[in-house]
């Protein structure tokens, strides 16, 4: 029989299948000497929780799409004196129904030496690979309201300790819990020391385990007080994380089943929250036991320490096969006609190897003298006997044969004539095929891919690849330094876009004609190598310029962060959106032009096209938007991609913008509006501004939730704190801006940013040399800050379309580039033609400067903290006809170094294989001699992270080559050797 599995997971299956990770515990753990259970340290059992997400991170497998099912906790490990626990937890093949079991397994060890090669089994359950539904959001805030009782967080560490279960505290959390009506909520953090190992763990198992705590909150305090034995977890149908969780969270569980605390298990479904109420992890069906009697933890303690003991029960436990496919047993005679109740009797006569002796069917099943193991077998021989699932927990809630075998036949169960053999045990996968992680540090932080879906929130969005081209510029480097020098870039139309003569007039609106033969131009646009998209040549001959364009910034922008579009997209399960912001389409006036000499050419000229390309050639399955809005629409798709990623609807994101100029009807429509500036010099702020001159550019970042990128070690650009858009609404005129309308969407922006004015001490202006305009936008922005400061000066703005043009469609894009680049280097880059200042603006009274002179960037201060502030920025970006957008952007700290994970070697010295490839000899030689480039200008990258990007970040191609060098010195002359020729 074939898997059954969505076709979009086949390859984390695979992945998956037959994998195993070791790691260790000892007695010095915090986790474990931090739990003690009747005063022996155990490892709690959520831990396993974590482990599993852990090791699917370490697989390339997103934990988003994992649900685990059937889990069962078999039995504690336990660290006791100087003996460790080595923990293996192995995946093994699919079911037929595409269930991926895993187990985890343990053994003692002293010293890193193996004392008993026989493993114990502690716990299982079944991944099931799927695509997650949105995770939801709980209203915290309402519950609060409605609580009967609240109470601090120790209230329930303090009915643990009473039931003799002590969290030192390393495992304890902080805050407050509440109770009402029906629902039980902790709004927690976890304390410092734990706050220090948050990186190691997909959820940190001080939260999971406070976790398990909450829903005995519900029971009257009168019962928990008077509480004689400890639960522990045993079962949980389904457990699925949704994202990765800092150190704040909110725990909500609805009604617990029990009321009283008698009970054998306690039930409950368990919430675990963001501070702001969205689910980030969802346990369905959690059961905790009672403990009835310190033996088994005793004796565990015992056999950890030497101490002599009583043999122990086999906790080893078969795993279930899923219903309808039990392996072939020993059918007994006649079994479709024994009642449920001598079935029953008969598996616990075999648990209990007690021959022919009659089982009492109204004495308990412990009284009979049956541990909890025990029950959980007898639970899947049951259910191979019924051909359905059962809870495992099942024998602990019907404690008894005769009460069991009434709630079977209650609820429609009956013999299916399966064999009453003893399950079939799986084959374990061949060794020499196993891949095993060996992690002897604690925790097991095996790797630095998290791949966990964002939480859909209003926190910051990491911008983590960066590319594009720009008028003097074939990438951002060369953009770079076209600021940084303050050239401008702008010339005549070149001839081979088309002839500007015939269309040329000098003086305004004259019919027929424009005053603007200027504009800033993109170098060869008509370049283009359909083959590596695996587009025909014939196709691409056919598709618009701003397709292509696009296209290839996005291939460069996904590379830039070090991924291959295979991996990202296998990362996030496919969902990455792509957004494009343009607003030309005038490319198939050329096809008109065609058809009148007979000569029919039909490309296309359509929007959509544009992201769907993208979408299609890398598999990507999020939303794929093209925008026009008109001068502010890449901006406002940043925009956009930002809010999509929060609300979930994709966990990382393309966008970025394009604009070409390819036909002088665009130049006679912009001289009819009068908007093109008389002499080709883009002079904003500047006197003598009378209109801008025409740029082109493409660019694109990639996006994803900063903590999402922290954790997966990505080069952060830089941060997008906030940002809004808004219309003005019915202003003096269509085309006419609004200081009012301009100064809210700053505002907004603002707002949703939480910063403070005065930290943010530069502006790109969206001013484009248009003397009403640059006016108006200076006047809106002093109105909106006038809302906090009275400062004057301490703000640096200015305009990259004085070097290049005004990029419409791509200005947004352009503008953040250019502010990223600033942040990375620290400096304020100058404004040209701006020797003269419009004397119409107030400067002097405003909290502004005109960016005149490159100069430092300097950090402003904190007001409420006194402490250096990170460089932050402003952009705004406003549309031909009313639509507005401003941002605000963080240049990045890093918070932590990764130069210890798994992957990326820490040391200096030690060879390193560095890989490059392409599809042609002269374009791997190429590709070393950008490599050359690039370490010359970036001296401060580690030469471990360039060598590890390449050999995970980039596709195979047909031509390939590999250096091995210790450093970047070495790195560099051999690379230099290679691309002349003498390598």
Not at 599 to 626: C, K, M, W
Not at 715 to 729: D, E, L, P, T
């Amino acid at each position: 029989m074939s898997t059954v599995v969505d076709p979009r997971f086949e390859a984390d299956q695979h992945r998956l299948a037959g994998r195993h990770l070791v790691t260790s515990v000892t007695a010095q753990d915090e986790i474990v000497r931090g739990h003690l259970v009747h005063g022996t340290p155990v490892l709690p059992g959520v831990f396993f929780l974590d482990l599993v997400l852990r090791l699917l991170r370490h697989a390339g497998v997103d934990p988003a799409a994992a649900e685990l099912r059937r889990c069962l906790f078999i039995a504690p490990v336990v660290a006791a004196g100087d003996r460790d626990r080595q923990l293996q937890i192995a995946v093994d093949s699919p079911s037929p129904q595409g269930v991926l079991p895993v187990t985890v397994r343990s053994r003692p060890t002293s010293g890193g030496v193996v004392l008993d090669e026989a493993w114990e089994t502690n716990f299982q359950a079944e991944i099931r690979l799927s695509a997650a539904e949105p995770a939801g959001r709980v209203d915290t805030d309402r519950l609060k309201s409605a609580a009967d009782e609240v109470c601090d967080a120790d209230t329930l560490y303090a009915f643990a300790r009473q039931v003799d279960i002590h969290h030192r505290d390393f495992m304890k959390v902080d805050g407050t819990v509440y109770r009402g009506d029906g629902f039980s909520l902790g709004d927690v953090r976890l304390g410092p020391d734990a706050q220090e190992y948050l990186d190691h763990f997909h959820i940190h198992p001080v939260t999971l385990d406070f976790s398990t705590l909450v829903p005995f909150l519900q029971f009257e305090l009168g019962q928990r007080e008077l509480a004689a034995r400890p639960f522990i977890p045993i079962y949980i149908e389904s457990f699925r994380a949704y994202g990765r969780l800092g150190a704040a969270a909110q725990v909500y569980v609805p009604r617990v089943e029990q009321r009283e605390l008698d009970a054998e298990t306690v039930t409950a479904d368990l919430h675990i929250c963001h501070p702001d109420g969205t689910v980030v992890a969802r346990i369905t069906g959690f059961r905790a036991k009672r403990v009835r009697t310190a033996d088994l933890i005793t004796r565990l303690a015992e056999s950890e320490t030497g101490a002599p003991s009583a043999p122990p029960a086999p906790r080893s436990l078969p795993p279930a096969e899923p219903p309808g496919e039990e392996p072939p047993g020993e059918e007994t005679p006649g079994e479709e006609h024994r009642s449920l109740e001598e079935a029953i009797s008969d598996l616990v006569a075999k648990a209990l190897n007690s021959g022919d002796a009659p089982v009492d069917q109204e004495r308990g099943f412990y009284d009979l003298g049956l541990d909890s193991v025990n029950l959980l077998t007898i639970a899947v021989s049951l259910e191979k006997l019924l051909g359905t699932e059962l809870y495992p927990t099942l024998l602990f809630e019907y404690p008894t044969v005769n009460s069991l075998a009434a709630h079977l036949k209650g609820q429609g169960h009956r013999l299916t004539g399966g064999g009453t053999s003893a399950p079939r045990e799986r084959d374990e996968p061949a060794g020499a095929e196993t891949p095993v992680t060996e992690s002897r540090s604690w925790p097991a932080a095996e790797v630095r891919l998290p791949a966990s879906p964002p939480e859909p929130d209003s926190g910051p969005i990491a911008i983590v690849g960066l590319a594009g081209r720009y008028p003097g510029a074939a990438d951002i480097r060369e953009f770079w330094r076209v600021l940084r020098d303050g050239r401008d870039c702008v010339t005549e139309v070149p001839a081979e876009r088309w002839d500007h003569a015939p269309w040329f007039a000098p003086g305004r609106r004259v019919p027929g004609k424009t005053h603007g033969k200027w504009g800033g131009f993109v170098d060869g646009i008509e370049n283009f190598d359909p083959l590596f998209f695996n587009i025909s040549p014939r196709q691409a001959e056919l598709m618009d310029p701003h397709e292509r364009l696009f296209l290839e910034t996005a291939w460069n922008t996904v590379e830039d962060a070090g991924y291959t579009p295979e991996e990202l997209g296998r990362q996030t399960g496919g969902a990455v959106g792509v957004f494009a912001g343009v607003m030309w389409n005038d490319y198939q006036l050329h096809a008109i032009e065609e058809l009148a000499r007979d000569n029919p050419q039909i490309v296309a000229s359509t929007f959509s096209l544009i992201t769907n390309r993208v979408s299609y050639a890398f598999d990507f399955r999020g939303p794929s938007v093209s925008l026009d809005t008109a001068c502010s629409s890449s901006l406002t798709t940043i925009h956009l991609a930002c809010e999509a990623i929060r609300r979930g609807e994709c966990r990382a994101a393309l966008a970025g913008g394009v604009n070409l100029s390819l036909h002088p009807f665009k130049y006679l429509r912009l001289a009819e509006n009068n908007l093109l500036s008389t002499d080709g010099r883009c002079r904003v702020f500047g006197e003598g501004a009378d209109g801008y001159v025409p740029g082109e550019g493409v660019g694109a970042v990639l996006l994803r939730p900063l903590a999402e990128a922290e954790a997966a070690g990505d080069h952060i650009y830089g941060v997008i704190r906030g940002s809004a858009v808004q219309h003005s609404g019915r202003t003096s005129g269509f085309a006419v801006p609004s200081p009012d309308a301009q100064g809210r969407v700053v505002l907004e922006a603002l707002r949703r940013a939480d910063v403070d004015v005065e930290t943010i001490t530069s502006i790109e202006a969206h001013g484009a040399g248009t003397t009403l305009g640059d006016q108006i936008e200076i006047a809106s922005l002093t109105k909106a800050y006038r809302r906090s400061t009275d400062r004057r000066g301490f703000c640096a703005v200015g305009s990259l379309k004085s070097n290049v043009g005004h990029l419409e469609a791509a200005a947004g894009i352009a503008a953040l580039t250019k502010v990223l680049l600033s942040m990375r280097h620290r400096t304020i880059v100058p404004t040209l033609y701006t020797e003269r200042l419009n004397q119409e603006i107030p400067f002097d009274d405003s909290p502004f400067y005109v960016a005149r002179e490159r100069r430092d960037w300097p950090r402003a201060t904190e007001p409420r903290t006194g402490l250096p502030a990170p460089r932050r920025a402003g952009i705004s970006a406003f549309g031909f006809g009313g639509a507005n957008v401003h941002m605000v952007v963080e240049e990045y700290e890093a918070r932590t170094e990764h130069a210890g994970d798994v992957g990326v070697p820490a040391g200096t010295g030690d060879p390193q294989v560095v890989p490059l490839s392409a599809r042609t000899p002269e374009a791997l030689r190429a590709q070393a001699d950008q490599l050359v480039r690039f370490l010359a200008e970036h001296p401060d990258v580690r030469f471990a992270d360039v060598a590890h990007t390449l050999r995970v970040g980039r596709r195979p191609m047909e031509h390939r080559a590999a250096v091995v060098a210790r450093d970047t010195a070495e790195l560099v002359d051999l690379l230099t050797r290679y691309g002349d020729g003498r390598a």
